[in-house]
């Protein structure tokens, strides 16, 4: 999007000249909300499937209980003391279901609207603008991304998995990662030509979900390769949700909220401004 | 010029307007006044950057070069604005397949900040407007083109518009489907709405437009009301005459004030066209069909660009 | 013979389609389950401290010839599903067929032939990785192959009828979540059915997953009886002919001008 402005017209000063240069005018509509609106519509008659997807994380955490934890009597937690198998795994998973759940949304159901539907074309006849869609996108993600995940804690809680009040932060913590991973994940949708290239999303998913601490403490790998996994977002979140859960909290995870505070933004910006360019062109 | 936005004369002012998508120039500076409450029409084959002017003047597609305001605003400036108070029928449906017939009439206000409460209102409204009342709770997939068309123009009418943007509202609907649609166009322009038709159907334009351009690859080759470019441009009538495939059709320019040669006919400009026939068979030419109308806009173009506009 | 040779079009047709578009379906079919093996068989094997609830054999052995399994009964799911709702709908691929002198049965047998020769590749490949990586716990693991095939041939049949009465993928889903998700984690790949409570047991014999991972692991660790062996592959046979029965049924109904 070229949006040229005429000079004369441009007296504000500079420091919203440099918001103005990030978000130009035209891109937000400060309607955001519709869009949320009109999801909330769409999935009336699907609560079905909107409730279901609590079922697959309460799958997990039974087969942890029941299987995986009998191989493991306990693993070194995040401050080096022994913590139980399935307490180690279930934040993690709690991460990792909030990864998955804002990246599917953010890549294929965008892409569908996008590509398909010719939905947000029509949005854009409107006073509504690129920014909007991204928003009202990611925020309706988030909303059932928090549902998900405040039953995934409900239930972790009954399962006895939770080691202290700082779990109560594991919620909007798991909100902040869906949010810089669906802004992310929407930003690289933007570039995706034909389905094809989701394998592409697969192939960037799917080892960070396998690798990045989920099911094994870091210390499992060589040094080389520890450094490598430690520099993946999932490992950040599933560090932050990993301390929250189990009461071990400092300082240091200010560090994890800012890197995905910024993941966030820069996804949110990019995403608006390639949707703007691509169907504004 | 430009202050009193309220009382603009000129709804849509193009100077020297220009798109280019990477080296190809589809709008290759066009000059465009659109006055409050007439029916203004671009006529013009495919390709000819019809669709590229309407994007620009929808402020959903930037503009390359020249100057253009809508609504006495720049769209570069104040997209937002200009398009709350337009509606756009764009070239091909965009209906919201997951959500039935009133909710996209409900959400699309919802779009343009309207409370609930009227847009479910409007949405009444519009339902009866697009005859589409007894289908309002059914899924939008299944409708008949002719109804999609009319939902995205019922659609295109939820922020009651000073300006309503039609590209090609009725190519591909059957001739009552096209019909029905026109009633309907009628009715808002006897409302006050101002509009904007795209088409490449001399039949829809003469219907439709008080004023229109032809337009041909990404440039306007005249301007005016419809019977003055039939004035301008061409006879009273002409004679259409048709030969046997492959055989040499005959030189018969002294008969009329000009000749266009088709693939399969010969079309004889002139005043009176049942004379000009009698003059041809008097010259002992046989052609194996022959008939005799008034002139129209295809004509226009033909005369403007050498080439028909449907091929 | 006119019925398989007709098939074979069905396949060769099938064929064409991979060739274009190979590198999509590579990621899923063999570099997902060769990441799972390594992530769960060596990374959360490293961490078991007690090997007792299965024989005390290594993790990494114990799980490698279960997932050849599971991943042939996933593969044989998305197979079943969308691509089959695709060829009806989308692409209308069957359609096409059928105005030649195909029949709707044929298209079937070419489809359930293209699954299969699919799913054995998919496994082959992974036996061949999984021996690489030291994986194998006994030379049976060969013929996990072809029970694998096996269980994910015998949910495809009944799903690709299924999947032929529907006119919209929206149930999809369900199946995904609540059939072939329960269906992954608790038909013995990863912990033996022995720790799920009683009342679940018959729920599990009911799945090809449980009797492939049984058969496959039995071949594997040479302890597989014959007369268990008979009873397994009878019952997945079962399935397929059973799906077979209902696939040719539906698809005439839907094909049959
Ligand atoms: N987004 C685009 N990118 C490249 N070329 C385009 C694009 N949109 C239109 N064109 C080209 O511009 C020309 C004019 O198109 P258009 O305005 O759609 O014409 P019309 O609506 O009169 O048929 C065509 O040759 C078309 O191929
Ligand atoms: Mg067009």
């Given amino acids: ?281 | 010029m430009f202050v009193n936005v309220g009382g603009v004369e000129n709804l849509v002012e193009a100077k020297a307007l220009t798109k280019h998508f990477g080296t190809f120039e589809a709008v290759r500076g066009i000059d465009v006044e659109v006055r409050r409450g007439e029916a203004f029409g671009f006529l013009g084959p495919n390709g000819a950057g019809k669709s590229s002017t309407m994007r620009m003047v929808a402020c959903v597609s930037g503009r390359t070069g020249g100057e253009l305001k809508v609504l006495g605003m720049d769209p570069d400036r104040d997209g937002p604005k200009i398009r709350a108070r337009i509606g756009v029928v764009p070239q091909l449906d965009n209906l919201d397949l997951e959500l039935t017939v009133r909710q996209n009439l409900q959400i699309y206000g919802r779009y343009f900040g309207m409370s609930r409460q009227r847009c479910r209102e409007k949405a009444v409204e519009l339902l009866e407007f697009a005859q589409l009342a007894d289908r309002a709770d059914h899924e939008v997939e299944p409708l008949s083109g002719g109804m999609k068309r009319r939902l995205t123009i019922a659609r295109s009418l939820v922020n009651d518009p000073e300006l309503l943007l039609l590209d090609e509202p009725t190519t591909g609907l059957d001739p009552q489907a096209r019909h029905l649609l026109w009633d309907r166009l009628f009715r808002l322009k006897q409302d006050g709405v101002t509009l904007i038709i795209t088409t490449h159907y001399m039949d829809e334009a003469e219907q439709l437009c008080d004023r229109l351009v032809v337009m041909d690859g990404g440039r306007i080759a005249a301007e005016g009301s419809p019977s003055e470019l039939i004035n301008r441009y061409s006879t009273r009538e002409v004679l259409e005459l048709r030969f046997q495939p492959g055989a040499e059709k005959p030189d018969l320019e002294r008969f009329a004030e000009r000749v266009e040669v088709l693939p399969d006919r010969l079309l004889l400009y002139t005043q009176d066209g049942e004379h000009t026939l009698a003059k041809v068979h008097e010259h002992g030419v046989q052609p194996i069909q022959s008939l005799v109308r008034r002139s129209s806009l295809e004509d226009v173009f033909l005369r403007l660009t050498g080439r028909t506009l449907v091929d | 013979m006119q019925t398989l040779r007709a098939s074979w079009f069905g396949f060769e047709k099938h064929w064409l389609w991979y060739r274009r578009n190979w590198r999509a379906t590579a990621v899923s079919s063999f570099l997902s389950p060769l990441l799972f093996l390594v992530a769960l068989g060596l990374g959360f094997g490293s961490q078991v401290q007690s090997t007792a609830l299965i024989g005390g054999v290594p993790y990494l052995q114990y799980l490698a010839p279960a997932l050849v399994v599971i991943t042939a009964v996933q593969g044989a799911t998305f197979e079943s599903t969308y691509a089959i709702m695709s060829s009806f709908l989308w692409q209308k691929t069957y359609i096409g067929m059928v105005a030649t002198p195909i029949t709707p049965a044929q298209v079937v047998y070419g489809q359930v032939m293209w699954i299969g020769s699919q799913l054995f590749v998919r496994s082959v490949v992974f036996v061949v990785i999984a021996v690489a990586l030291g994986a194998a716990g006994g030379p049976g693991i060969g013929l996990a192959v072809l029970f694998a095939t096996l269980a994910g041939l015998a949910f495809s049949c009944p799903l690709i009828a299924y999947s032929a009465t529907l006119d919209k993928p929206d149930s999809f889903n369900t199946v995904f979540r609540f059939v072939l998700m329960p269906m992954t984690l608790f038909t013995g790949a990863f912990f033996p059915v022995s720790q799920l409570p009683n009342w679940l047991l018959p729920l599990v014999w009911l799945t090809p997953a449980w009797h492939g991972i049984e058969l496959a692991r039995g071949a594997t660790f040479g302890t597989l009886g014959l007369l268990p062996a008979l009873g397994h592959t009878a019952y997945l046979v079962a399935m397929i002919a059973v799906g077979l029965f209902f696939s040719v049924r539906f698809f005439h109904r839907r094909l049959a001008v």
């Fill in chain 1, 1 to 281: 999007m070229t949006r040229t402005l005429d000079p004369a017209n441009r007296t504000a000063p500079a420091s919203v000249g440099l918001v103005w240069r990030i978000i130009p005018p035209g891109l937000y509509g400060g309607r955001a909300s519709t869009l949320v609106e009109r999801s909330a519509l769409v999935n009336r008659r699907g609560w079905f499937v909107l409730v279901g997807g609590a079922f697959e994380p309460i799958l997990f955490l039974w087969s942890l209980g029941l299987g995986f934890g009998q191989f493991v009597a306990s693993v070194a937690g995040p401050d080096g003391q022994p913590v139980s198998y399935a307490a180690f795994v279930a934040p993690a998973l709690l991460a990792a279901s909030a990864m998955n759940g804002a990246v599917y949304d953010a890549t294929f159901n965008v892409f569908f609207k996008f590509k398909y539907a010719k939905l947000y074309d029509a949005m854009l006849a409107t006073p509504m603008g690129p920014l909007d869609i991204a928003m009202g996108e990611i925020a309706w993600a988030l909303l059932r991304g928090g549902l998900y995940s405040a039953g995934f804690l409900a239930v972790m809680l009954g399962m006895g998995l939770i080691a202290s009040p700082w779990a109560l932060l594991a919620l909007p913590a798991a909100l902040l990662v869906a949010f810089a991973f669906g802004a992310v994940g929407m930003a690289a949708t933007t570039f995706m030509r034909s389905w094809q290239d989701f394998d592409l999303v697969q192939l960037a998913v799917l080892p960070m979900f396998l690798f990045s601490t989920t099911f094994f403490p870091l210390s499992v790998y060589p040094g080389w390769l520890q450094a490598v996994v430690t520099w993946t977002p999932l490992y950040h979140a599933i560090e932050l949700m990993r301390g929250l859960t189990l009461g071990v909290v400092g300082w240091g995870m200010l560090g994890h909220v800012v890197y995905f505070a910024v993941l966030a933004a820069v996804g949110t910006v990019v995403a608006a401004r390639r949707l703007g360019s691509l169907l504004l062109d």
